[in-house]
């Protein structure tokens, strides 16, 4: 029996194959999905800041890119898998509302994935596959057996990348 | 002025802040009732402080659609306000407001320009408590609206909240007309703003 393992969001998980691993309702958040194709180990972490080094209060290590993708190799190599095999899949970022606002948060989304694939180049993490940007939040499951990213959309067909 | 952590908030300035949320969540109730020309009843809000991981299942779950209505405020105090209702509840707002039932699942262009308004009396009339209340100015920008699923209009406010802890503040306030229609409120002020909000009401930080 396969099980659906769920990561909130600053969260994240490793996940074995036949399981899999979801996330629910991403909007400029990203989750990140990693895996070993041979081991078939994987993980997903749900990303809510790009940075964690430019903000005081920032113990909690899945709430950024940069930390929770350094703690979600961690575990994931911890399971088993290969570190030089691992392989990224990216999803999320969205820009949720359009309005102009003195905040550089509208744009957060957007850093967020920037800030995610500058950390996952520097740790030489391919990515195969993205679905970033945009303005609709999306759900995602992702299988560690096939290496498929499932997103789900408010009134769209589920796809998968 | 000192700063205020939300994650080492003492209980004083959680019932205050309480307090804020009560009365203007009352407001926007008040306006809510004028604006349909009925009576809108509404239960004690509950006001309560979560942890990222637990958002989705404090409210109706992540996946369900909702309507949020986000805007930013200037002036004393800085940061941003939202408006969340669920899609069905929006539905029957709009329709009892232009004075014909919605059909379809989908909103019309006139039916989301009408909802934008409803979420924008609703947050000025809790932002125009919240000013009274303290004695500062408040200036709201135009409102921005989208209807998507929970998890990801809340990821905006949580986001604001996560540049300042681990935790986020979040009101819930249901009303009553025919059908209980369930809101919530998030007032993200920023770390400077809650200071001068307390201090406005004489409490000491």
Do not use: W
């Given at each position: 029996?396969s ?6 969001m ?9 399981d ?5 309702g ?9 895996r070993?194709?041979v081991t078939?180990i994987?993980?997903?972490?749900h990303i809510?800041l ?5 903000i005081r209060n920032?113990?909690n290590?899945?709430?950024f890119?940069d ?6 190799v961690?575990?994931v190599t ?5 570190r030089?095999r691992l392989v990224?899949k990216?999803a ?6 359009g ?5 550089e948060?509208?744009r957060?989304?957007?850093?967020n994935?920037?800030?995610t694939?500058k950390k996952?180049?520097?740790l ?10 945009k303005?609709f939040g999306?759900?995602?499951i ?6 498929d990213f499932v997103?789900?959309?408010?009134g ?5 990348i | 002025m ?12 959680f019932?205050?802040?309480?307090e ?7 407001n926007a109730t ?8 009925c009576?809108?009843?509404?239960a004690?809000?509950k006001?309560?402080l ?5 958002l989705?299942e ?6 369900t ?5 986000y805007l930013?405020?200037?002036g ?7 408006f969340?209702l669920?899609?069905?509840?929006a ?7 232009m ?7 989908e909103?019309?262009?006139m039916?989301?320009?009408?909802l934008?308004?409803v ?7 809790y932002?125009?408590s ?7 100015a408040?200036?709201p920008s ?12 809340l990821?905006?406010?949580a986001i604001e909240?996560?540049a300042?802890?681990?935790r986020m ?8 007309d ?5 809101g ?5 002020p920023d ?15």
């Amino acid at each position: 029996m396969s099980v659906e393992i769920k990561v909130g969001m600053a969260d994240l998980n490793v996940c074995v194959s036949p399981d899999r691993i979801t996330t629910l309702g991403l909007g400029s958040c990203v989750g990140i999905a990693l895996r070993d194709p041979v081991t078939k180990i994987g993980g997903l972490a749900h990303i809510m800041l790009p940075d964690s080094t430019t903000i005081r209060n920032n113990s909690n290590i899945p709430k950024f890119a940069d930390t929770g993708i350094e703690e979600l190799v961690k575990q994931v190599t911890r399971k088993g898998a290969n570190r030089s095999r691992l392989v990224a899949k990216i999803a999320g970022g969205a820009q949720m509302f359009g309005f102009n606002s003195n905040s550089e948060m509208v744009r957060v989304g957007e850093r967020n994935v920037q800030a995610t694939k500058k950390k996952l180049a520097e740790l030489r993490i391919p990515i195969l596959a993205e679905d970033t940007g945009k303005n609709f939040g999306r759900t995602v499951i992702f299988y560690p057996e096939t290496g498929d990213f499932v997103i789900r959309a408010v009134g769209k067909q589920e796809y998968k990348i | 002025m000192g700063e205020i952590s939300l994650d080492e908030m003492s209980n004083e300035y959680f019932d205050v802040l309480r307090e804020l949320g009560n009365i203007g969540a009352g407001n926007a109730t008040t306006a809510l009732a004028q604006m349909m020309q009925c009576k809108v009843d509404m239960a004690v809000p509950k006001v309560q402080l979560l942890e990222f991981k637990e958002l989705g299942e404090a409210m109706v779950g992540e996946e369900t659609v909702m309507a949020g209505i986000y805007l930013g405020i200037e002036g004393d105090i800085k940061g941003s306000i939202m408006f969340l209702l669920e899609k069905a509840a929006a539905k029957h707002l709009v329709g009892k407001l232009m004075g014909m039932e919605s059909e379809g699942d989908e909103f019309t262009d006139m039916e989301f320009s009408a909802l934008k308004e409803v979420g924008n009396i609703i947050t000025g009339s809790y932002l125009n408590s919240l000013s009274s209340i303290t004695n500062l100015a408040i200036y709201p920008s135009v409102p921005d609206l989208t209807v998507d699923m929970a998890g990801a209009i809340l990821s905006v406010p949580a986001i604001e909240f996560a540049a300042l802890g681990d935790r986020m503040l979040m009101i819930q306030t249901q009303f009553f007309d025919e059908m209980v229609l369930d809101g919530y409120f998030i007032l993200i002020p920023d770390l400077d703003s809650y200071g001068r909000m307390l201090a406005a009401l004489g409490i000491n930080i």
